[in-house]
């Protein structure tokens, strides 16, 4: 089965647009996830929601709540979350373009495989390919995707593109804190050079399909080994995706038009607006969830 995109939208320079979708570039294939089952009956175990002091409640009694203080919830409704969260734009501006030496490792998340959505997204596509790979930079802009937007970088890869999901510099703890103990002793000069000469004879290229999970594989072992004995049905239902849109762009003219060009310049061709995205449509303003306090046994 073909791989579905996880997002469609465009890339934009300046005045050129480029259609593209956005493909995970991993998979957790390697984790292996086990459900608790009753041993007597076979069956799988399954959580009911409780109330202390009540017992099970229905879905349609349980809402959204933020503990602000110990037993004090502010109580949100569904309406009012989704209010929050940002469109999907579709749209991602290229805002700046760094090195790639100037972005710790440590903000790197999560990355993306980027191809353009058809045949006349390529050329716009190889164009900003070639040019990041050129001036060796990573482009860095912000995408809306699910609900929450993300700080991106965006570099070359190979024929196509990859994008990177970058974390927030709240979300990364500062090492100083945790080396602060560390005294500055100086290494001694003999265990050094033993230390050193070990590196360099260990020294080689990385290649990660030289390293497997063990425990992993042996679980895997572990369990086709009992489904010999017992057998079981795995039954997967086929998803297929939608279908390709597509966006016709004068290029060359998109990119003068961005340097300020001479747009009076003789085409040989007729002039086609350059593609822009569709206007962004406005955010809906977030109405204040009224703090509602409510005991320790409150509904969550």
Same mark, same amino acid.
């Given at each position: ?46 959580? *009911? ?121 709240? *979300? ?90 001479? *747009? *009076? ?36």
């Amino acid at each position: 089965m073909a791989a579905r995109p996880i997002w469609r939208g465009q890339i934009r320079l300046a005045l050129v647009s480029i259609p593209v979708e956005l493909y995970s570039a991993t998979r957790s294939g390697a984790t292996i996830a086990f459900h608790q089952i009753h041993e007597p009956t076979g069956k799988r175990i399954k959580y *009911e929601k409780v109330v202390p002091g009540i017992g099970p409640v229905d879905r349609d009694e349980i809402i959204k709540g933020y503990e602000v203080s110990k037993g004090e919830y502010v109580l949100l409704e569904p309406e009012e979350i989704e209010n929050v969260k940002l469109e999907s734009r579709k749209t991602l501006d290229l805002v700046q373009f760094v090195d790639s030496s100037d972005i710790d490792p440590m903000y790197f998340d999560k990355p993306y495989y980027v191809v353009p959505a058809d045949d006349l997204a390529e050329e716009a596509f190889v164009v900003i390919r070639e040019a990041l790979r050129q001036a060796k930079k990573y482009g860095i802009g912000q995408l809306a995707m699910r609900g929450q937007e993300y700080v991106v970088a965006l570099k070359p890869c190979g024929r196509g593109m990859l994008l990177e999901t970058l974390r927030y510099a709240d *979300e990364v703890n500062k090492a100083q804190g945790y080396f602060r103990d560390i005294g500055d002793t100086k290494p001694d000069e003999d265990l050094l050079d033993m230390a050193t000469s070990l590196i360099d004879k260990k020294a080689g290229k990385f290649d990660a399909s030289e390293f497997h999970n063990r425990y992993v594989d042996a679980l895997k072992g572990l369990i086709a080994e009992k489904r010999k004995k017992k057998g079981e049905l795995v039954i997967q239902d086929p998803d297929k995706g939608p279908p390709k849109g597509s966006n016709v762009i004068d290029l060359m003219a998109a990119l003068k038009k961005s340097l300020g060009g001479d *747009e *009076e310049e003789p085409k040989k061709k007729p002039a086609v607006k350059p593609a822009s995205a569709k206007p962004a449509p406005r955010r809906s303003t977030a109405k204040k969830a009224a703090p509602k306090k409510r005991a320790a046994g409150g509904r969550r």
